[in-house]
């Protein structure tokens, strides 16, 4: 619901990683005719129409292209593939395992992915905006959260494209709901082609509900005014925002004591701070107040929006 910045500095590195990976495990796998498997020791070749993409795209340009592939081009891969190789479709197929050893094994789980987090420094996830991309694992240790949008286990050969690696929080990218939906999933889109505009909170008083102070929260109900619905429908995004409205009557009781207008004035007065326009609109809404730091801090998206309805900022 909030989109991603294209960084290329940030891709361009990645790809620099990547290709040595991937190019490594293509022609080990090229060399062996296949992969072998230990138990039982024997050799699962590859069919020939495996082994002539593997061949092609183990070429310079063929292979930037898998890796950094624009967004808006991802699906035309897909696309492709099922039409050239539709036995990586069948997950019991040979060219599958095969794929799959290659381009998530021996590629994808090489790949530094704390470090890729944090490079393009995304804070919380873009798919919901109410959660942080880091989690602790089973040692206690940060644990980068990172989504396929287009799921690996579906499309191997889209498991390093920089821009099928979205990161994100532990309940988008842990549920499930992704890996068992029609990778077709109709009208869906990726947080690289959605813009800030795309989704819009407001709220509205339940009938027959007064509002009179803090403790009213439930009277308040808040919905999209402006949503990309699949997205919306997938990752139950109205449900979940609904359980919020505590934050919302907070900004309400703001705006009616015009908490605004005097703490402004305190704030400039205050001139050991030296707080900018945007600094100040901060402290007011109590979280980031500028569409480019929406990725800073959960929830800053339906601060923003139900702020500007109110007139905080």
């Given at each position: ?203 509205r008083f339940k009938p027959n509900e007064v509002f009179k102070s803090l403790y009213d929260n439930d009277s308040i109900d808040v919905f999209f005014e402006k949503k990309i619905q699949p997205n919306s429908d ?80």
């Amino acid at each position: 619901m909030i989109p991603i910045t294209r960084n290329e500095v940030h891709r361009d590195l990645f790809y620099a990683e990547v290709s040595t990976l991937l190019k490594s495990a293509i022609q080990k796998v090229l060399d062996d005719g296949g992969i072998l498997k230990n138990s039982p020791r024997r050799l699962i070749p590859f069919s020939n129409q495996l082994e002539d993409y593997l061949t092609q795209i183990n070429d310079y340009a063929e292979i930037k292209n898998i890796i950094i592939a624009n967004p808006e081009d991802l699906q035309y891969q897909i696309n492709a593939h099922f039409i050239s190789l539709p036995q990586l479709f069948n997950r019991r197929s040979n060219d599958y395992e095969i794929a799959y050893k290659i381009f998530i094994k021996q590629s994808y789980e090489k790949i530094d992915k704390l470090n890729f987090v944090n490079e393009i420094g995304l804070s919380t996830c873009p798919y919901c905006n109410r959660n942080y991309t880091f989690s602790l694992d089973r040692n206690k240790k940060i644990k980068p959260e990172i989504d396929h949008f287009y799921p690996k286990s579906i499309h191997p050969l889209l498991a390093v494209s920089y821009f099928n690696l979205i990161p994100s929080c532990q309940t988008c990218n842990g549920v499930g709901v992704k890996g068992n939906t029609s990778p077709y999933f109709v009208g869906l889109k990726s947080p690289y082609l959605i813009s800030n505009s795309d989704f819009k909170f407001s709220y509205r008083f339940k009938p027959n509900e007064v509002f009179k102070s803090l403790y009213d929260n439930d009277s308040i109900d808040v919905f999209f005014e402006k949503k990309i619905q699949p997205n919306s429908d997938l990752f139950r995004l109205e449900d979940l925002y609904k359980k919020h409205n505590d934050h919302v009557a907070e900004l309400i009781v703001k705006s009616r004591v015009k908490y605004s207008k005097k703490y402004r004035e305190y704030l400039k007065s205050y001139k050991e701070l030296k707080l900018t326009d945007d600094e100040i609109n901060r402290m007011i809404l109590g979280n980031y107040s500028n569409k480019k730091d929406l990725h800073k801090r959960p929830l800053a998206k339906i601060y923003q929006d139900i702020g500007e309805e109110l007139g905080l900022i």
